[in-house]
């Protein structure tokens, strides 16, 4: 059973233009992380989400926690090339120590 | 120097064969993690350990056998392989202090089993 379900699983788009990626789930989480994985390299954290309603800004990238803490959305103005990459979503949950991750969002932006 | 390594990065192994992947890290983190990663199927916790005396199942530990042989040191065996062993696999560190903490990966092992 996947917990995390993430959407659109691909998604492709031209330079300059804007997407929202969603990770979203059933369960209650502590907090959410965001990472995003290159080809050939291991996963890299892009922000944390702790407080439901919570918005955190990383240049471009705007991540959003649900109000009810079962949900996430990733926003990305004016894409460029170097946003390509698979971004995973993973939820801590409340009393557990383990993340679950989604099976992530592959996104290519095209020049 | 990256501060997970894995070794080795690929390895390409028969059926049955008994195969180690090796994790270190110079973070000084008491808590690492090994993770498979499949096509459709995202990232799944195979073993993690809190520390050197700690060692837990995941999700899918079914198969393999870890072993901690240092805090800086955190081993997966796959003891006789099978080809749906097949897949890329993952170690990861964290400090463990606060339910928010990063996860570090490193590299990844890209582990064909024929």
């Known amino acids: 059973t996947q917990l995390l379900e993430q959407s659109p699983q691909f998604l492709s788009i031209q330079e300059g233009e804007n997407l929202t990626v969603y990770c979203n789930s059933s369960s209650v989480f502590s907090s959410l992380q965001w990472y995003r994985q290159e080809p050939g390299e291991g996963p890299v954290l892009l922000v944390t989400v702790v407080t439901g309603g919570e918005v955190k800004k990383l240049k471009r990238l705007t991540f959003q926690f649900g109000d009810a803490r079962k949900d996430s959305s990733l926003h990305i103005t004016a894409a460029q090339p170097g946003d390509t990459g698979l971004y995973l979503c993973a939820g801590l949950y409340y009393g557990n120590n383990r993340l679950a991750f989604g099976k992530g969002n592959q996104v290519v932006v095209i020049p | ?114």
Request: charged share 20%; aromatic share 12%.
């Open chain 2, 1 to 114: 120097d990256a501060d997970v390594t894995q070794t080795p990065r690929n390895r390409i192994t028969k059926t049955g064969k008994r195969i180690m992947l090796e994790c270190s890290q110079t973070k000084g983190h008491d808590r690492m993690y090994w993770y498979r990663q499949d096509p459709g199927l995202g990232l799944r916790l195979i073993y993690y350990s809190f520390d050197v005396k700690d060692i837990n199942k995941g999700e899918i530990s079914d198969g393999y056998s870890v072993s901690r042989q240092a805090q800086a040191k955190f081993s997966l065996s796959l003891e006789s392989a099978i080809p749906n062993q097949t897949a890329l696999y993952f170690c990861a560190t964290s400090a463990g202090q606060f339910s928010t903490d990063t996860q570090y990966f490193g590299p990844g092992t890209r582990l064909t089993v024929l």
